[in-house]
């Protein structure tokens, strides 16, 4: 009961930073990956607290040891570094959901660039549709902005039963994801 308060209340306050919603129709059945850019400190915690409101239930994301270990973000199902395309293959196979934002880490420019293949490994190894999702004008704390979120179409890639996928296919489902993801948030983009 205190852990079902405490997600009401901590969804209740990441609304607060929360301007628009564009595309909530586009979010598909679970499972599925979304992709997301990652412009401030709380872009995970504003979508995290979209699709978890969409769907009734939980939503994992990748974060780094160093981030998990803040009090706010053992309330939402991390997966953390180590074999973490196998977890989220796995999680996604049970009919999971996960957000990976393939930056890494906060980028403030109005480019998308030096981006991680992370996320088109794991969507070809699992067979599920990617949801690509912008955010712009987030929170840069101390700044506070509202944030307006798009979400687009899923995107659906063949499965890839191989456990050894080719680099160059990587960068290439990557980038296509990317683009999207890019063109949803009014960002250009740097491709690798």
Known sequence: ???????????????????SVVGIDNIPKPPFIIAANHEGYLSPSIILRIFVKKLNQPVYSLAAVLWYSFIYL????????????????????????????????????????????????????????????????????????????SIGKPIIFEHFPKKIIPRNVLVKKTNQIMKTVASLSNKKIKLI
């Open 74 to 149: 053992r309330w939402f199902n991390c997966i953390t570094e180590g074999n973490a395309v196998n977890k989220c293959v796995n999680l996604l196979k049970q009919g999971k959901c996960i957000l990976i934002m393939p930056e890494g880490r906060r980028n403030y420019s109005s480019t998308i660039s030096d981006y991680k293949t992370g996320v088109s490994a794991v969507v070809l190894l699992s067979g599920v549709p990617v949801v690509p999702v912008g955010i712009k004008d987030s929170i840069n704390f101390p700044w506070f902005f509202k944030a307006k979120v």
């Open 1 to 19: 009961m205190l852990r079902l308060l405490s997600w009401k209340l901590v969804l209740a306050f990441f609304r607060l930073f929360q301007h």
